[in-house]
């Protein structure tokens, strides 16, 4: 993934922390470490152990809240990865997170939003599991429900962008927000439409995407609730 040259003002100066739970596990923190990879702001990375009581919340989702990720930038304290985003994108702006054109950053913002609080099913029957080799699950009619919506998402912004990301040829804060599905999709062995398909292996062969699911194999700490072994 390219690396933007962010503008400068004093908050530039600032040392960066990104706090994360599980490269294997935490779909959320993917989406922002993508999200601060995109900015080009300088970052640390620090990793809370899968133990951890507000890492365990998040990762089985037992909470309305999530608060991992968490940037830390000087005296600055941002969690939601959306608010990461934003506040990059603020403090970026050469790094054109988000589309330039009105219509389409509006757009981007939406589907990301609709990622962030929807699809409550997907993440329940499929959850990331980057160690896990590929298996086939049961897809009943929630879960169903859920990927021809986010099949929906795609096939719309990949026709009027043209791809191969969901708003061109630059990677944006959508791409970020949906890259856990593409993993979820690969684990699961979940048929695609043909761009589907290609966009799904496009973010997976991203430079940044390969890294993280290297460091992802890994871990050694397991998350037993999340070791599904099903197949049919």
């Given at each position: ?23 294997n ?22 990793s ?7 890492a ?14 968490y ?45 962030h ?30 990927i ?32 856990p ?5 690969e ?26 699911l ?17 197949e049919?």
């Amino acid at each position: 993934m390219a690396q933007a040259q962010p503008s400068r003002d004093n908050r530039m100066e600032a040392q960066a922390r990104l706090f994360i739970s599980s490269k294997n596990y935490s779909s959320w923190s993917l989406r922002g470490w993508l999200i601060a990879r995109m900015s080009g702001l300088p970052f640390t990375l620090e990793s809370i152990h899968p133990e951890d009581a507000m890492a365990r919340a998040e990762l089985l989702n037992l909470t309305s809240s999530v608060r991992i990720p968490y940037l830390v930038h000087g005296e600055i304290e941002v969690w939601d990865v959306l608010a990461i985003a934003e506040y990059l994108n603020e403090i970026c702006p050469d790094a054109h997170m988000y589309p330039q054109e009105v219509a389409l950053r509006a757009r981007a913002r939406t589907v990301s939003a609709e990622m962030h609080s929807g699809f409550a099913s997907l993440r329940a029957a499929l959850p990331v599991n980057l160690h896990a080799a590929p298996r086939k699950v049961p897809v009943w009619s929630g879960v169903r429900a859920d990927i021809e919506r986010i099949s929906e998402i795609w096939t719309e912004c990949l026709t009027k962008s043209g791809g191969p990301f969901l708003f061109g040829k630059k990677i944006s804060v959508a791409d970020a927000m949906f890259a856990p599905v593409c993993t979820r999709y690969e684990t699961y062995q979940i048929d695609l439409s043909p761009p589907c398909e290609a966009y799904k292996a496009h973010i997976l062969a991203l430079p940044d995407m390969r890294s993280w699911l290297a460091d992802a194999q890994d871990e050694m700490d397991e998350v037993s609730e999340l070791e599904l072994d099903v197949e049919f």
